[in-house]
């Protein structure tokens, strides 16, 4: 997960009141928000494990510990001992919660809420997922093309299951399969017009009674006339 943040940050003047270790502290602040969907919502306890974190002492290689420590003249203290917290919400970096902590000041003006980050995670998940698909099978269907085929009405399927010329076709299954058709390479440019549905049911190779084939000729040769010139 990335953050952002303004390339004027460092000179806003609220980061001035604090120098450069209340600049960590922040930056630090910012990057746990990012990182844990909070939008902009530190904990008293999340406060505190980040102030022992940027300010802990560290080890040089050759082995002496340094602190960090503000002075200034001959007094001074390490850093650790200041009231971090006081001094981020005093400089309007940091806000008081009634949820037992701080917000960031502005966190959600440049960062996106969990809501948007989630909603964007599995767009992506499912973006990926069909490109992995495609690439298994280059004919396969992509959503938003499915969406676009256009459906015969109600009535004329519901005529067409019922119809004894098409007895011994499972007319769903059919269906389903000219949708995949369509939305491939190969079905590009057509629509699932109900000429369109008649021919691919048309060209089923099924054992059938002469009667019944004059019957779907028929039928056929109707729906034609009534749909008019192609």
């Not at 420590?69 to 309007?92: P, Q």
Request: hydrophobic share 35%.
């Amino acid at each position: 997960m990335w953050i952002k943040i303004d390339d004027q940050f460092p000179d806003h003047p609220k980061i001035r009141s604090v120098g450069a270790l209340g600049l960590a502290l922040q930056m630090a602040a910012i990057c746990y928000c990012g990182r844990y969907l909070t939008d902009g919502f530190l904990s008293y306890s999340a406060a505190d494990a980040l102030i022992r974190s940027v300010f802990a002492p560290f080890t040089k290689e050759d082995g002496s510990i340094w602190q960090a420590a503000i002075t200034s003249g001959h007094a001074g203290e390490d850093a650790d001992e200041c009231d971090w917290k006081r001094l981020m919400v005093e400089s309007g970096l940091w806000e008081n919660s009634r949820k037992g902590g701080y917000y960031i000041h502005d966190y959600l003006k440049y960062n996106p809420k969990k809501s948007e980050v989630l909603a964007q995670r599995d767009a992506d998940r499912k973006r990926k997922g069909f490109q992995l698909d495609s690439a298994r099978n280059p004919d396969a269907p992509s959503p938003s093309s499915m969406r676009s085929i256009s459906s015969p009405s109600p009535d004329f399927l519901e005529q067409l299951k019922n119809n004894p010329a098409y007895k011994g076709i499972n007319v769903d299954q059919e269906l389903h399969k000219m949708d995949v058709w369509l939305a491939s390479k190969a079905g590009r440019g057509r629509k699932k017009t109900e000429r369109f549905v008649l021919g691919w049911l048309n060209r089923i190779d099924t054992a059938l009674p002469a009667g019944q084939s004059q019957a779907r000729r028929l039928w056929d040769e109707a729906q034609r006339e009534k749909e008019g010139p192609a």
